[in-house]
């Protein structure tokens, strides 16, 4: 049975608020009296209630960060960035996923989860710009990732229109003239797909290259199998692409997958570009060409949105294109 305030009162010989001056670091104790609570803290294995301290103080020194899916490469490696970066700052990070469910994501954004953290670092799928606007909670919020409506709270996110064109303009450079953009998400509001795709078909006009729509692939996920069908659905048209910008790297790894199926050579056939740069991309055969946002300059952006308490902005992060073997 874990230990209560009160068997350590009894165990040390003091009283009940004298154990929990010591507790909450009082410092009104005798050295003695805190050296003999201590002692039977130790003797009892006495925990303190984490939700308790927390109500009485007002603050935790607990962030959480929300993300879609915790098993996406993505988000899993920029939560081990952002723990980190959190641990160096005396904050302690907890981690929830929504799963890109909208009834989570309002519960969450209405304050059904956050009493008892100093704030939340949230990358929403399915909120709406109104939403954000209605929001109530007073617990600072910081969005991931593009969104409409980002102007209302604080948001940190890389330039996806701007990181879209530069991958197709590799592509273009190397001579490509059927590029096909995959992860196109139109019934999504998150913002993320439409920005890429706005950033592919300004890349297209500027060399010359008219949209086609046969080569703009929506997915219902973002995960590999939906880049493994798209490539097979793209490879049967009258007129296949010859390279492929993904919109993130799981549906190139997928695609590339469905090239080596189809004994499509990867980069001579069909070229093939991803967004994220997840490390799975650094070791398939051949290395995965890749935008990479830089995660550990995201998640210190965003955690000096949620700790300085300055009127909301937009921040931009930095990114790069990194060129390997499938382009």
Same mark, same amino acid.
């Given at each position: 049975? &874990?230990?209560?305030?009160?068997?350590?009162? $009894?165990?040390?010989?003091?009283?009940?608020?004298?154990?929990?001056?010591?507790? &909450?670091?009082?410092?009104?104790?005798?050295?003695?009296?805190?050296?003999?609570? /201590?002692?039977?803290?130790?003797?009892?294995?006495?925990?303190? &209630? !984490? %939700? %308790?301290?927390? !109500?009485?103080?007002?603050?935790?020194?607990?962030?959480?960060?929300?993300?879609?899916?915790?098993?996406?490469?993505?988000?899993?490696?920029?939560?081990?960035?952002?723990?980190?970066?959190?641990?160096?700052?005396?904050?302690? #990070?907890?981690? +929830?996923?929504?799963?890109?469910?909208? $009834?989570?994501?309002?519960?969450?954004?209405?304050?059904?989860?956050?009493?008892?953290?100093?704030?939340?670092?949230?990358?929403?799928?399915?909120?709406?710009?109104? $939403?954000?606007?209605?929001?109530? +909670?007073?617990?600072?919020?910081?969005?991931?990732? $593009?969104?409409?409506?980002?102007?209302?709270?604080?948001?940190?996110?890389?330039? &996806?229109?701007?990181?879209?064109?530069?991958?197709?303009?590799?592509?273009?450079?190397?001579?490509?003239?059927?590029?096909?953009?995959?992860? !196109?998400?139109?019934?999504?509001?998150?913002?993320? @797909?439409?920005?890429?795709?706005?950033?592919?078909?300004?890349?297209?006009?500027?060399?010359?290259?008219?949209?086609?729509?046969?080569?703009?692939?929506?997915? /219902?996920?973002?995960?590999? %199998?939906?880049?493994?069908?798209?490539?097979?659905?793209?490879?049967? #048209?009258?007129?296949?692409? +010859?390279?492929?910008?993904?919109?993130?790297?799981?549906?190139?790894?997928?695609?590339?997958?469905?090239?080596?199926?189809?004994?499509?050579?990867?980069?001579?056939?069909?070229?093939?570009?991803?967004?994220? +740069?997840?490390?799975?991309?650094?070791?398939?055969?051949?290395?995965?060409?890749?935008?990479?946002?830089?995660?550990?300059?995201?998640?210190?952006?965003?955690?000096?949105?949620?700790? /300085?308490?300055?009127?909301? @902005?937009?921040?931009?992060?930095?990114?790069?294109?990194?060129?390997?073997?499938?382009?």
């Amino acid at each position: 049975m &874990n230990a209560k305030l009160r068997d350590v009162a $009894e165990h040390a010989g003091v009283s009940v608020r004298t154990v929990s001056n010591v507790v &909450n670091g009082f410092q009104y104790v005798s050295s003695a009296t805190r050296e003999r609570v /201590q002692a039977s803290i130790d003797a009892l294995g006495y925990r303190p &209630n !984490l %939700a %308790a301290r927390t !109500l009485r103080r007002g603050r935790t020194g607990l962030i959480a960060l929300v993300v879609p899916e915790i098993d996406s490469p993505y988000f899993a490696e920029l939560a081990a960035r952002t723990s980190a970066l959190a641990e160096a700052r005396g904050l302690t #990070l907890l981690i +929830d996923q929504t799963g890109g469910d909208a $009834e989570r994501e309002k519960a969450l954004l209405q304050g059904k989860r956050s009493q008892l953290v100093d704030g939340v670092l949230f990358s929403p799928w399915a909120v709406a710009p109104a $939403e954000l606007a209605a929001r109530t +909670d007073s617990v600072p919020l910081v969005l991931l990732g $593009e969104h409409d409506g980002a102007d209302i709270v604080d948001h940190v996110a890389i330039d &996806n229109v701007a990181a879209a064109r530069e991958a197709t303009e590799h592509l273009v450079r190397t001579g490509r003239r059927r590029i096909a953009a995959v992860g !196109l998400q139109p019934a999504s509001l998150n913002a993320t @797909a439409r920005q890429r795709l706005a950033g592919y078909r300004e890349a297209l006009a500027a060399a010359g290259l008219a949209s086609d729509p046969d080569l703009e692939v929506p997915v /219902q996920r973002l995960h590999r %199998a939906d880049g493994y069908r798209a490539m097979q659905a793209l490879l049967e #048209l009258p007129q296949p692409p +010859d390279a492929l910008f993904c919109f993130t790297d799981e549906i190139a790894l997928g695609a590339l997958r469905a090239a080596a199926d189809r004994g499509v050579a990867v980069p001579s056939d069909v070229a093939l570009v991803g967004f994220d +740069d997840i490390e799975d991309g650094r070791f398939s055969v051949p290395a995965l060409t890749t935008v990479s946002p830089d995660k550990d300059r995201i998640a210190e952006l965003a955690l000096d949105r949620l700790t /300085q308490g300055q009127p909301p @902005a937009s921040i931009v992060a930095p990114h790069r294109l990194v060129v390997r073997e499938t382009s």
